[in-house]
């Protein structure tokens, strides 16, 4: 394997930044794009690759690539529409590290012949699929990295939910990047959890005012979770001040939501119960075990049934002087929880480094019911 696919297999979510000046769906996104600077500002925000569009449909040419190699040391990705032996030789010597190969236009010969002659030529072949045949079709043609992409190029349409279910169902063992549709962390964070080991994203950075900064935001961590959510307005507020992930308690509690309520798509939406999982309508289900008619101490994370993380929380309505010491002795993706507040939260994250931290009653004037000045404040607290 080269370099592209091994800078996106290390831990935790990795990012690829893409550079386009138009495309079919979107139209202009940034008709001054210049490759060579937003490639080097897209090293300093933390990509682990770079996308270049060589397509002149997309803005792009060849010439880009040339450009964005002389600026960044990154593994770049060309994209475009290739099915010829010779456009891979001439990508490999205008700079790319790895290819786009999409099974839309290739049937299994032609996409047989050219991994290939992209592996001859020293190059990655990122394989894109649309839908559950094309997958079939990546896993079987030995296809490593796989893309998973949202949008239907046909249709233009995103549909962000089929791409997930799509994502959990690669082989772990393949490196597999969602594209396309991604705007937010939370997004972000959804892909990262159906088990994308890294995600494409183009038009949102090429949107912004300041790219490099909007690459920093959507990988940022730790996530933010609000909890024990039970207004509209509270989730509003939480989301406006920049909160990924809204917790909803639907066990027994002075916190009690009478139900999960909508979230926008900058958040992910949080069922937290006790023993029974049941049939929870969220995007993520917190699971504590009953222990003496309460909560346990800590949870796990659901996607789907399935584990995604471990919550390291607290003692129930008791002191826990090992809390932090046994979240830093915590393998693997982390949510902190726990008597945390804006006061002590950014302390916490220094001495745990977590994937999430969570925070409920410290961010109340009542139970239930959120003081908008500590949402706030909790959340810049994180971010500073």
Not at 120 to 149: F, S
Not at 268 to 287: I, M
Not at 293 to 312: F, I, M, S, Y
């Amino acid at each position: 394997m080269g370099r592209f696919r091994d800078a996106l297999a290390s831990d935790g979510l990795a990012a690829i930044a893409e550079v386009k000046r138009r495309s079919p769906s979107a139209g202009e996104l940034r008709p001054a794009a210049d490759p060579a600077r937003l490639s080097a500002d897209f090293g300093r925000a933390g990509a682990s690759a770079v996308s270049i569009l060589v397509d002149e449909r997309f803005g792009g040419s060849l010439d880009d690539l040339r450009a964005a190699r002389s600026a960044a040391s990154l593994p770049l990705l060309a994209k475009g529409f290739f099915s010829t032996h010779d456009e891979l030789v001439e990508l490999r010597a205008a700079g790319a590290d790895a290819v786009l190969l999409l099974l839309r236009d290739l049937d299994d010969a032609r996409a047989r012949s050219m991994l290939a002659a992209a592996s001859e030529l020293g190059l990655d072949a990122l394989v894109e699929a649309h839908d559950a045949e094309e997958l079939e079709r990546a896993v079987r043609l030995g296809a490593d990295p796989i893309g998973v992409n949202a949008r239907d190029l046909a249709t233009f349409r995103v549909d962000r939910r089929a791409q997930l279910e799509l994502v959990a169902r690669a082989p772990r063992d393949r490196v597999v990047i969602a594209e396309s549709g991604i705007e937010s962390r939370a997004q972000a964070a959804a892909a990262e959890l159906a088990g994308a080991d890294a995600v494409l994203v183009g038009s949102a950075l090429m949107r912004a005012a300041d790219p490099g900064g909007k690459l920093r935001e959507l990988v940022a961590r730790p996530l933010v979770k609000v909890c024990g959510l039970t207004r509209d307005e509270d989730v509003a507020v939480a989301a406006e001040a920049g909160a990924d992930l809204a917790g909803f308690v639907l066990a027994e509690s002075r916190r009690r939501a009478e139900r999960v309520l909508d979230v926008p798509d900058t958040m992910l939406s949080v069922a937290v119960v006790v023993g029974d999982d049941g049939e929870q309508d969220a995007d993520l289900v917190q699971r504590y075990e009953s222990e003496n008619g309460h909560r346990g101490r800590d949870a796990v994370l659901l996607r789907g049934g399935t584990e995604v993380a471990r919550v390291v929380d607290r003692a129930w309505e008791g002191d826990d002087p090992g809390h932090l010491d046994r979240a830093r002795a915590a393998r693997g993706r982390l949510v902190l929880a726990g008597g945390l507040s804006p006061e002590n939260v950014r302390a916490a994250i220094d001495a745990v480094g977590p994937w999430a931290v969570d925070a409920s009653s410290s961010l109340e004037s009542a139970p239930g019911l959120k003081d908008h000045a500590r949402v706030r404040a909790f959340v810049e607290a994180v971010r500073c």
